[in-house]
């Protein structure tokens, strides 16, 4: 049971070029979250799916688009990366469901470096 | 909207000293609070978490936190702090929307240990 699971670990990209962050669950949760985490601001959160075929922006959407692409697994795409995209990416699960509420699960973060 | 205040930035304790990182909630019900702990270059792990019922609740690692309604507020306490406690820390109120279960998290508070 690895948990929840994201690639790549460390990522360098040049202004403008677009990449994907992805993040993989094994616990069949049905919620998962992208975050990102910047010096003194906490964790800040992106989007997320509520369940599979739902997605919805949360704090800071914007330069950013997300695919649940089934219930395991759910990515984050830069299209054209900035430099004000520097941050640490985390991915997080939970099992949820209307009426329960229960911790969530955090990937280790993708530490992410646009020059 | 809810939202989670971690007055401190930084600490210092001694090792064997006693600790209490403060944090004040807002929310409009009750309120569902969480302290994760974030070691360097690694993921969040949840210490606590508070839903309801008594409102001392214990957690992992000798940690402890006691939520306080009149006060808005949901310390982490330890009475003896060990050098390996030398971490970020953070405050998280969840809450249940139409879209699902949302976290917001403070801006943490980093802890550094004296030996």
């Not at chain 1, 049971?1 to 094994?26: I, R």
């Not at chain 2, 064997?16 to 409009?28: D, F, I, M, T, V």
Request: aromatic share 12%; hydrophobic share 30%.
């Amino acid at each position: 049971n690895a948990g929840v699971t994201q690639t790549p670990k460390f990522q360098v990209l040049k202004t403008g070029q677009s990449m994907t962050l992805q993040c993989a669950q094994d616990m069949n949760h049905n919620s998962m979250y992208w975050y990102r985490q910047d010096p003194g601001m906490g964790l800040r959160l992106i989007y997320y799916s509520a369940s599979e075929g739902t997605t919805d922006k949360g704090e800071v959407p914007n330069g950013y688009n997300v695919s649940r692409l089934n219930k395991r697994e759910f990515s984050l795409r830069l299209e054209s990366a900035a430099p004000s995209q520097t941050s640490v990416y985390f991915c997080a699960s939970i099992r949820g469901g209307r009426g329960l509420y229960n911790e969530q699960f955090f990937g280790p973060g993708t530490r992410l470096t646009v020059l | 909207a809810q939202s989670v205040t971690q007055p401190d930035i930084h600490i210092t304790v001694s090792e064997g000293a006693s600790l209490e990182l403060r944090c004040n909630y807002s929310y409009g019900a009750t309120p569902y609070l969480f302290w994760y702990v974030q070691s360097p270059g690694q993921g969040l792990q949840l210490l606590l978490k508070y839903f309801s019922g008594d409102t001392l609740v214990q957690g992992i690692k000798g940690f402890e936190a006691e939520f306080k309604r009149s006060q808005s507020s949901f310390n982490l306490r330890k009475p003896s702090v060990h050098w390996s406690d030398a971490a970020e820390y953070f405050c998280a109120v969840g809450a249940l929307t139409g879209g699902g279960n949302k976290l917001t998290f403070g801006t943490g508070t980093q802890l550094k240990v004296e030996l």
